[in-house]
């Protein structure tokens, strides 16, 4: 196993938000804040100690703004691309004399605001997105038409996945809530429809989640405050359980919150069967492998009680964890890849090749030799569990936390690494709160992106801060505790936070330029409605957080350095590789 950061300039050094590989070949398709989708050809590099090779092939150019989430359909002959703006595109691959292209084939328009995710059906007959306009839609693919709206959360969509057996839909928000909605058709003019209700709304859990503890509710999920514009999670192929990413919660009522992502048994969806703690950081998106494998018999006491393994990614704001069913602990960690948020994750159809993107403008691959995974296992070897009474997931009336083993001295590395790396002033930190103030005027949260940036003010003592910030970080010792750790650290944070959140964009602005900004901030803010709840409180907390949400923005918006139709080789520092720590469990 080997991976690192591939220093080529995926999307002229913007953002690159999406990405994700075609399922019948190792063609990966990204996109991001340049407004384009670009394919590119995969290939071993023949040598150990080297990347992929990563090709430019060609390019999609129609959508007008950031395209935020792409998903190929099954079988490789559609392509989904959600943009700002609500633009929902679906291209469809032509054969020609000259090769194959890709050209658009439908425009769906019924989300008001930027779509932020969507999946496919299995059998690609459906989509489902979901958008910052609080909404998810339903939609047939063949007659390009909404089918169903469902409109019950309070805040941004900000993650979607569609069931492999075509029971469940879901959604996750950052009104911090999972909602599970079931299908139950019903019949028009002797037409079976689909209709999603509701099941199951996922939002607070027993505290804490132990034996003999006194009970209090508390959130699972982190608040709109997370400084991600995604959520994305997903199901296992076979459809035996939910990963579900964006977790928070508590050792105990007086410990600070531990960021976690949660297992949701099939049998029941009511509340998570296990948490997956992470180290440090939020987690903002979840992969499957599509590939089974066979059991390697190494852990007989599993959490799982399937006949194969299934291998699945984790991503937080700034490392990776690659699990399996079959053993309790990472099977590998990586982390110090990117200087900003990690975006979204993708398996290739072999399994040979794990793919991240980041706000970064930049995305990595991490390469698994042949069998490094295990031996595929074939589904004709035994039947795969799609019965909802069969649960797969060994739950109890607890929900169990997975320890995290040994993997300090990954995330050592990880902060020596960052800390580095600040020298050259090359962080992108974001950090804010993404409840932007929606006007009556109609202004998209786009052109909101393209005015307002706000600074840090004094870099130096941001640095100086974040140099302790960082010193706190590494203390987590290579005993396993990370929660109590974290804990601490967090309690620090707290203290020495008093001005808030900030972001640290890259280079230095000028006085002048510092003042045109707050300046555009200033008349912004008065354009704004006089009221826009009908409480005063929630009046207030959302004008709190216009800046918050400007802020992340900008750092999304990125720069504009290469023209459109090049992709060069990019004049930043190169990042150091870093070899995947495998951890023996």
């Known amino acids: 196993m080997k991976g690192g950061t591939v220093q080529i300039s995926w999307h002229e050094s913007k ?13 990966l398709a990204t996109a991001g804040a340049d407004f384009d989708i670009k394919f590119w050809q995969i290939k071993p590099a023949g040598s150990p100690k080297k990347l992929p090779v990563v090709s430019y092939l060609s390019n999609l150019y129609y959508h007008s703004s950031a395209v935020n989430v792409i998903r190929f359909s099954s079988s490789g002959e559609l392509l989904a691309s959600g943009a700002d703006g609500g633009d929902l595109i679906i291209w469809k691959l032509h054969s020609t004399d000259a090769g194959q292209t890709w050209k658009v084939l439908k425009m769906l328009r019924s989300h008001h605001k930027d779509i932020l995710d969507l999946q496919w059906s299995t059998d690609a007959t459906y989509i489902i997105s979901g958008s910052v306009d609080n909404c998810c839609i339903i939609w047939d693919v063949n007659k390009g038409t909404n089918l169903q709206t469902l409109d019950a959360h309070a805040h941004y969509v900000q993650g979607v996945a569609w069931d492999p057996l075509g029971k469940y839909v879901t959604s996750l928000s950052s009104d911090r809530t999972c909602r ?167 398996w290739s159809s072999d399994a040979h090749y794990l793919a991240l993107s980041s706000q970064d403008g930049f995305c990595s691959l991490v390469e698994f030799e042949n069998d490094e995974l295990g031996s595929p296992y074939s589904l004709s070897e035994g039947k795969v569990s799609n019965e909802d009474g069969k649960s797969t997931v060994q739950t109890t009336n607890d929900t169990v936390t997975v320890p995290t083993e040994d993997v300090s001295a990954v995330l050592a590395e990880s902060k020596k690494m960052e800390s580095e790396e600040k020298a050259d002033d090359m962080v992108i930190e974001a950090s804010g709160n993404i409840d932007a103030v929606v006007t009556e005027s109609g202004e998209t949260i786009t052109q909101e992106k393209d005015e307002m940036i706000k600074s840090t003010g004094n870099l130096a003592d941001f640095r100086k801060n974040e140099a302790a910030e960082k010193a706190i970080d590494m203390a987590i010792e290579a005993t396993g505790n990370v929660e109590g750790v974290i804990a601490d650290s967090r309690k620090k944070e707290a203290e020495e936070k008093t001005d808030g959140m900030v972001i640290e964009t890259t280079g230095s602005i000028g006085a002048a330029e510092l003042d045109r900004r707050k300046a555009e901030q200033e008349d912004k803010t008065e354009k704004q409605p006089a009221n826009l709840d009908s409480d005063g409180k929630q009046k207030e907390a959302k004008e709190k957080t216009e800046i918050l949400q400007s802020s992340l923005d900008g750092i999304k918006s990125g720069p504009q350095l290469f023209s459109p139709k090049s992709t060069p080789i990019s004049n930043k520092p190169a990042k150091k590789r870093i070899t995947p720590i495998a951890i023996d469990p």
């Open 15 to 27: 953002p690159v938000l999406t990405l994700d590989f075609h399922p019948l070949s190792a063609t």
């Open 180 to 346: 599970i909605y079931m299908n139950k058709p019903h019949k028009s003019k002797g037409i079976e429809k689909i209709n999603y209700v509701c099941q199951q709304v996922i939002s607070k859990a027993d505290q804490p989640l132990l034996k003999n503890s006194k009970e209090t509710k508390f959130h699972l999920f982190h608040d709109e405050t997370l400084p991600s514009f995604f959520r994305r999670l997903a199901w296992s192929p076979d459809g035996s359980f939910l990963l579900v990413p964006a977790g928070s919660y508590k050792i105990s009522t007086a410990s600070e919150s531990v960021n976690a992502a949660y297992i949701f048994s099939r049998k029941d969806l009511s509340r998570p069967a296990i948490q997956l703690p992470c180290a440090s950081k939020a987690v903002v998106a979840v992969r499957f492998c599509p590939i089974f494998f066979k059991l390697r018999g190494t852990h007989s006491a599993g959490l799982f009680k399937l006949p194969y393994r299934i291998i699945f990614a984790v991503a937080t704001l700034n490392s990776l964890y690659i699990y399996d069913t079959e053993s309790t602990s990472p099977i590998a960690v990586l982390a110090g890849l990117h200087y900003a948020a990690i975006t979204d994750i993708t």
